[in-house]
């Protein structure tokens, strides 16, 4: 069963910076897209960073692009969300995912989560203006 935990969420004023963590017990981790999303009430979910298995290719939400910048490390099975410049539209909880599609970033439609099956719980960001 798939297992992705998130962690680094926190509370921080606009123009501020967070690093969101992820790790998934997932195997082969190396073979797996991972993307992060988040979630604010009242609005649909959606995908703001994705990285490809072999952590060059990565996509991004226009909104976040230039600010936020997505890793990987296949030997932890782990994947970053370095978020700077931070304001107060990016609050909201943000989930990190997995998927067995290793070209899932280079299809437009992973900013909805086609091909994301493995979730976590999330972690939540708050950014005060």
């Known amino acids: 069963q798939v297992h992705v935990v998130e962690s680094g969420g926190g509370s921080v004023q606009a123009g501020g910076s967070l690093t969101l963590s992820c790790e998934a017990s997932?195997?082969?981790?190396?073979?797996?897209?991972m993307a992060w999303f988040r979630k604010v009430p009242g609005k649909e979910r959606e995908g703001v960073a994705c990285i490809a298995p072999d952590g060059i290719g990565s996509s991004y939400a226009d909104s976040v692009r230039g600010r936020f910048t997505i890793s990987r490390d296949n030997a932890k099975n782990k994947s970053g969300l370095q978020m700077v410049r931070l304001t107060t539209e990016d609050a909201g909880m943000y989930y990190c995912?997995?998927?067995?599609?290793?070209?899932?970033?280079?299809?437009?439609?992973?900013?909805?989560?086609?091909?994301?099956?493995?979730w976590g719980q999330g972690t939540q960001v708050t950014v005060s203006s």
């Open positions: 995912a997995t998927s067995s599609a290793g070209f899932a970033c280079y299809s437009p439609s992973w900013r909805v989560g086609e091909n994301f099956d493995g």
């Open positions: 997932e195997y082969p981790f190396m073979r797996k897209s």
